[in-house]
């Protein structure tokens, strides 16, 4: 069984920064595609950042410059650094990982940007 488990959200004033944290543990190994989503009060969940066999990040564009997407050597976990944040950021943050066919979701984090 594959568990996701995210961390690393909560409230922070615009212009600061949040790394959010997401591991994948269980009978999980070799090449996967990880992804963090987001989904705001009253609009549709939206692809953030991904990261896949390649190792090469990909983003939003509404977040690059500002988010920075990392996995380590275990490629079991990865690490979704956002500075610059804005109030729009605010959402739950969702990790995602499709992996041998199957795609796993953990519980969603909330990130929350205000003065």
């Known amino acids: 069984q594959v568990q996701v488990v995210e961390s690393g959200g909560g409230l922070v004033q615009p212009g600061e920064s949040l790394t959010l944290s997401c591991a994948a543990s269980?009978?999980?190994?070799?090449?996967?595609?990880m992804a963090w989503y987001r989904q705001a009060p009253g609009k549709q969940r939206e692809l953030v950042a991904s990261?896949?066999?390649?190792?090469?990040?990909r983003y939003v564009a509404s977040v690059k410059g500002r988010f920075i997407l990392s996995r380590d050597k275990s490629q079991n976990k990865v690490y979704l650094q956002m500075s610059g944040l804005k109030p729009e950021d605010t959402a739950v943050y969702s990790c995602n990982i499709d992996w041998d066919g199957r795609v796993y979701w953990g519980q969603g984090t909330q990130v929350t940007v205000s003065s």
């Open positions: 990261i896949g066999s390649d190792a090469r990040p």
């Open positions: 269980g009978r999980i190994f070799g090449a996967k595609t």
